[in-house]
């Protein structure tokens, strides 16, 4: 049965290979026990045996030349199993031994007594004595005692002997370690302290049930301190929520799941004691401690937050009408995208002498700065202003044009600000001002995005200054232009009266009262053009019929000329339709219907309900005026239906809008 199928063999063949005992000779200690084996046993032959597969090795040897024998003469197997000790008094006749090579040829041995030498409990081999002569009477008791004591120092030897070949595989292999790590540790130490992000090593502070509630780091490089502006000391000595008031509550829990799982977090984290937003990456190095880096975004993110307010700033302004709106949003988008104490804009004196800042905004409970200002209260800085130069102060205690002044502005909650002065028509007429509570560094790009949020706000200001003017001006002419309608009425009455039949004069009056309702219309959207929905109702709301008359389609922009030529229109329809059609009946209705396709709008008259139609003989001003169509392209027809005229007309929408 080979040693794999003999599970006591296959144990003893790895305690072998654990001990590294295959071919171990030479070993002057063991040497030393066997002569002294032999010497109290009084036996030529004194042997130290490893059992291995196939063959009986010779760790030490006195008495013979041989390194060792095959299994089949190995006298040794079969004191492996012996409880203590295997005495066999004569070789010849015992039936294990008796045709043993050794026994029958060779030396012809005939005594043999062997202790089985176990190493972790596994019988590897023996020590034992052999003789040429058989010995009845075995070993005395003296003589199997020392041969146990003598087989417990074997084993102690080959103890030591695996313990000091392990020791030295393990300093073999730290020294490997420390040469590479040496070098790894040369890399590693150099890139932790010239690394450009921040990079710190922490633990986790965790309650009685094992959940992390805190951290605290233990190491960091250069650039973590200089991120956080902090020194070794003050960072060993805090937590990481003391040190970060501002860090979410979920942090805890993020960095539980991590020592536990080990994905990486990722963060992105604003600090406002710093004034600094930074992106994060946490790293598991164990089930206690995690690695941070950290990159200062701050840049980064205050570029892309001046450029969306920018963006914004030009939207609202586009629909901001009111002087004091556009001042307060652009203060309020200012203040919040820098991070500041408080924003306003202000209208500067010809005489350079005061600022009158508009509705303003300001961070938490700081005091506002809205209203009138006398600029020698923020210091002396006149000549600057007139230039157009930026007024920059980092400090009002320690800035030598505003240190006489510095009281005054830390009793405004000023302890740094920015003037950046706009100039238009050659001269300085406003100003946008941010200011902070505490001294401030003021970074160029600031400085830039003031001076284009400036400028914007003073071309908003003077769109809503001319959006005024121009509503005044108009009002005037609409005001104007009504009165002369009225006096061109007045005139026309008084010279036509008795010249001509009433029915044409009061025809021609009612089309200025039409003209005037449509300038109406336009007025309101001031001189812009209108609406299709608001020109129908004013135009047909005079003939008093609201209730029968309705409307159906989409909100369509019309031109003023458009706007003109439809409520002419609007006003023959509704008078013929009073008159001789469907509202001269009570039951008659008119139906008002557009639609857009493909760009081109199909407005309907429909009449139903009304008198019997028929077709005129003869055609007046207002058949001609339909005919022309909404926008005199002629695209208009009418039919005289029994039931009621309808009146179709076509225009492509942009000619509609048109002026």
């Not at 730290?174 to 590479?180: L, N």
């Not at 239906?641 to 509609?656: C, H, Q, Y």
């Amino acid at each position: 049965m080979g040693a794999n199928d003999d599970p006591a063999a296959a144990e003893r063949l790895a305690a072998i290979r654990d001990y590294r005992l295959i071919q171990l000779t030479g070993d002057a200690a063991q040497d030393d026990l066997v002569r002294l084996a032999a010497q109290i046993c009084a036996a030529p032959v004194a042997l130290v045996t490893i059992i291995d597969a196939g063959w009986q090795w010779f760790s030490a040897r006195v008495g013979t030349d041989a390194p060792g024998t095959s299994l089949d003469d190995a006298i040794c197997i079969h004191a492996l199993d012996a409880d203590d000790m295997l005495v066999i008094p004569d070789l010849s006749i015992d039936a294990r031994t008796r045709d043993s090579g050794i026994v029958t040829a060779g030396p012809k041995v005939r005594f043999y007594a062997g202790v089985p030498l176990r190493l972790n409990g596994v019988a590897t081999g023996t020590l034992c004595v052999l003789d040429v002569v058989p010995r009845p009477e075995g070993l005395t008791d003296i003589q199997r005692e020392m041969m146990r004591s003598l087989a417990r120092q074997v084993v102690a030897m080959l103890e030591m002997r695996r313990l000091l070949a392990e020791r030295d595989v393990t300093l073999a292999r730290i020294a490997d370690a420390e040469t590479a790590l040496s070098g790894n540790e040369q890399r590693w130490q150099g890139l932790f302290q010239n690394l450009g992000d921040g990079f710190a090593l922490g633990k986790a502070l965790r309650d009685d049930d094992g959940r992390v509630v805190d951290w605290q780091f233990f190491d960091a490089n250069p650039a973590w301190y200089a991120l956080w502006g902090i020194d070794r000391a003050t960072m060993l000595s805090r937590t990481g929520r003391m040190l970060d008031a501002a860090a979410p509550g979920s942090w805890a829990d993020d960095l539980h799941g991590l020592l536990r799982d080990g994905t990486p977090v990722g963060f992105v984290h604003h600090i406002p004691t710093l004034r600094r937003w930074f992106r994060g990456h946490c790293f598991r190095i164990d089930s206690e401690r995690f690695g941070a880096i950290l990159q200062d975004i701050t840049n980064e993110r205050g570029a892309e937050g001046r450029q969306s307010v920018l963006i914004e700033l030009g939207d609202v302004l586009r629909d901001c009408h009111d002087a004091a709106a556009v001042a307060q949003v652009a203060s309020a988008l200012v203040g919040e995208a820098m991070s500041v104490g408080g924003a306003g804009f202000g209208r500067i004196d010809a005489m350079m002498t005061q600022i009158d800042i508009g509705p303003d905004w300001t961070a938490g409970d700081s005091p506002l700065l809205g209203g009138q200002h006398d600029l020698a209260a923020f210091g002396t800085l006149q000549d600057m202003i007139e230039r157009g130069e930026a007024v920059v102060v980092r400090d009002v205690r320690t800035d030598s044009r505003t240190l006489h002044r510095a009281d005054g502005l830390l009793a405004m909650s000023v302890a740094a600000f920015v003037i950046v002065p706009v100039r238009r028509d050659g001269r300085i007429v406003s100003a946008f001002v941010v200011h902070d509570p505490a001294p401030r560094h003021w970074r160029a790009e600031e400085i830039v995005f003031l001076r284009k949020v400036a400028d914007r706000v003073e071309v908003g200001m003077a769109q809503v200054e001319s959006e005024v003017h121009r509503n005044l001006l108009i009002q005037e002419l609409a005001h104007r232009l009504k009165n002369t309608l009225s006096m061109v009425q007045a005139i026309a009455s008084q010279t036509l009266r008795g010249t001509i039949a009433r029915e044409p004069l009061d025809a021609f009056e009612r089309r200025l009262q039409a003209l005037g309702v449509a300038h109406d219309v336009l007025v309101e959207r001031n001189w812009v053009g209108a609406d299709m929905h608001a020109t129908v109702r004013q135009v047909l709301a005079v003939f008093g019929c609201d209730d029968r008359i309705a409307l159906s389609g989409p909100d369509v922009a019309l031109g003023a000329r458009a706007a003109l030529s439809l409520a002419l229109m609007l006003h023959e329809l509704g008078t013929n339709a009073v008159k001789y059609g469907a509202l001269s009946a009570g039951a008659g209705r008119v139906s008002i219907e557009w639609i857009v396709e493909d760009g081109v709008l199909c407005f309907i008259w429909r009449e139903r309900g009304g008198p019997p139609v028929r077709t005129p003989t003869r055609r007046g001003f207002g058949s001609k005026l339909l005919r022309l169509g909404l926008t005199g392209n002629g695209d208009s027809e009418t039919c005289f239906e029994p039931d009621g005229v309808v009146v179709t007309m076509r225009a492509a929408v942009s000619e509609l809008t048109g002026g």
